[in-house]
């Protein structure tokens, strides 16, 4: 995969998780907000740690050439 395509697919994985937990905390209610399911959270940091390969390999490939 491309370091390009890589960091920006992490970058959008990492926008969807939070909107998909700002959509759960705003339909959960006050009751839920600190019972937040795994998913989003899961999501954000696949999304970050995605993003951060793909800045790491960029960096790695500049430094070799």
Same mark, same amino acid.
Not at 23 to 28: M, N, P, R, T
């Given at each position: 995969?491309?370091?390009?395509? !890589?960091?920006?697919? @992490?970058w959008l994985?990492?926008?969807?998780?939070?909107?998909w937990a700002?959509?759960?905390?705003?339909?959960? @209610? !006050?009751? &839920?907000?600190?019972? %937040?399911? +795994? @998913?989003?959270?899961?999501?954000? +940091?696949?999304?970050?740690?995605?993003?951060?390969?793909?800045?790491?390999? &960029?960096?790695? %490939?500049? &430094?070799?050439?």
């Open positions: 995969m491309a370091t390009w395509l !890589e960091k920006q697919i @992490g994985l990492a926008i969807v998780a939070v909107i700002g959509y759960y905390l705003a339909s959960a @209610g !006050e009751s &839920r907000i600190a019972n %937040l399911r +795994l @998913g989003p959270l899961q999501l954000l +940091l696949a999304g970050i740690l995605l993003w951060l390969h793909g800045k790491y390999r &960029r960096q790695s %490939l500049s &430094r070799t050439q």
